[in-house]
């Protein structure tokens, strides 16, 4: 089994490593700069390379960085579209760097005067050229990068797995690409996560469209909203409206995928979550009835 929390730099890398230990966790997502900025100064080779030391010795794999709020490759207004494909190049940059596994983004909101499938041509010409980019500065890529599917609202592409098949297929890189579920994500888009049924025809979907051996990762969480709200509140497994029934359904078929809880914390910024560790036991507790 792997479980991990998304963790906080705010003690810096080797926090997030500490954090995750305290929590009783063996994998871990972060950001690596405040995920609210355009700007930020690269984090010194030195704190790289102690983080790397010290996660080896935890043993923790995979590392997943999800990428910062702000960008939005499917954007057809010029000025966000550079923005964000500058600041993705440092993302990319940041994964290869830091030798995480996994890379996960949002794919992004396309323009109102434009259209879907153009918000899909953004999306592929500006990781296209990221992974260029990391290619010819390292001569390999070395991590793969994960889209995950969105709840939907307002103009947000990847809602169904269909569509985020379209952005692999079109890529030049897709044997990097692959998929992360967000559970909260597709229940308030509306996949009924708490029926068998539904979780069997998304495995199915996956395979149609893109190979289920393209998924790689699960972002574990319950969903505060009801389903099709289609708003992106996250809350504590077993206590929102997917409920613990469902979570027992979606780990009987997921629990082989590395799990990453992003629920509310409810602490203060400097402080450990005792949400985080109720949440990453009661998973822990779940998996044991199948283990
Ligand atoms: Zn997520
Ligand atoms: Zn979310």
Redesign the pocket.
Known sequence: MKIGVHCSIRKGYKGVLYETKKLGCNCLQMFTHSPRIWKFSLPKKQEIEEFKFLRKKFNFSPLVIHVAYLPNPASSNKEIYYKTRDLLLLEFELTKLFSAEYL?MHPGSYSESSSLEEGIRNIVKSIDYCFKYIEDKFGDISFMLLL?NVCGNGRKIGRTFEELSKIINLSKYKEHIGL?I?T??AFSYGYDLRKEKIIVNIIDEIEKYIGIEKLKLI?L?DSKHELGSRIDR?YHIGKGNIGKDGFKLILKYFKKYPL?L?TPKEVGFDKISPKDKENVNFVKKILNLFS
């Open positions: 996960v995950e992360c967000d909260a994500h972002h969480n996250h990453i992003e």
